[in-house]
């Protein structure tokens, strides 16, 4: 039996296909999604943008100068996505395709929170990252920079056989199933970039959604203590080995962003 939360969000998102189907999706509709998750996903990294302004600059509109770094960085999220999404039909995880998503990302300075390495640009970090989270949590290391090739190929074709495999009506091969499983071995245990693996993730995980005839959508991040839930989330997921305390979290708030767009 499928568990609740997925069945639920099976439902909205049956709903959301019924009354939004993607062919019919005008310009308008489209920008608003994309533009949501990349909001939702940049939040994670920059507890500085507010939804409103972001909004606004990305729709072209004028916005204080003040947060101009950070919002271009949005930008460049929203530009990469788009371009994945315009090209749907031939997307597909894989190392090469992973690859080109950080380097259209990180090409610039300015988005890069560590030290700008342009031999790091696209390429697998060749040093050891540790997440720093103290003082609320315990700090975390990342799988060894010297084992990345190796580690990343055998990895990303796990990933693919999940993203091929999905079937909704089961929960071990659930498409949040796949996209939890993903995250969290991709993000928070290999982490295989000196920066921009968060936003590398979200990418990804927003064109199998579109290839999984659902819409680019993710658990509405708009303050703080939406972060740190978000955080306390994969924190409870490491602590107890399982993936199940993410696709709860994925599923409830998916579904709710799906039925803001039903009602």
């Not at 533009?35 to 004028?62: A, C, K, V």
């Not at 979200?202 to 303050?223: D, E, N, W, Y």
Request: net charge negative.
């Amino acid at each position: 039996m499928l568990s609740s939360f997925l069945a639920n969000f099976n439902r909205s998102l049956q709903i959301f296909r019924e009354k939004h189907p993607a062919p019919k999706w005008t310009d308008e509709f489209r920008n608003t999604l994309i533009n949501d998750f990349t909001f939702f996903s940049s939040r994670l990294e920059d507890d500085q943008i507010q939804y409103g302004e972001t909004i606004q600059f990305l729709n072209n509109e004028m916005v204080r100068k003040g947060k101009m770094k950070s919002l271009l960085d949005v930008a460049n999220h929203k530009d990469t996505l788009q371009g994945i999404i315009d090209q749907i039909e031939t997307f597909e995880c894989s190392e090469k395709i992973i690859k080109d998503i950080h380097r259209k990302l990180m090409s610039s300075e300015l988005a890069w929170e560590t030290d700008f390495k342009t031999e790091l640009i696209g390429e697998y970090r060749n040093i050891p990252t540790i997440g720093y989270r103290q003082p609320l949590y315990p700090n975390k290391e990342y799988a060894p920079h010297y084992n990345l090739e190796m580690i990343m190929g055998s990895h990303v074709d796990i990933f693919k056989r999940k993203f091929e495999s999905i079937d909704n009506s089961k929960d071990e091969k659930h498409l949040l199933t796949a996209l939890a499983y993903f995250h969290n071995k991709f993000l928070n245990e290999i982490h295989p970039f000196a920066d921009g693996n968060g936003r590398v993730c979200r990418i990804v995980m927003g064109a199998v959604l579109m290839q999984h005839q659902c819409p680019p959508v993710f658990t509405q991040i708009k303050s703080e203590s939406d972060r740190k839930a978000y955080i306390e989330t994969i924190i409870t997921c490491e602590n107890s080995n399982s993936d199940l305390p993410l696709v709860q979290f994925l599923a409830e708030g998916m579904t709710k962003y799906l039925q803001g767009k039903i009602d």
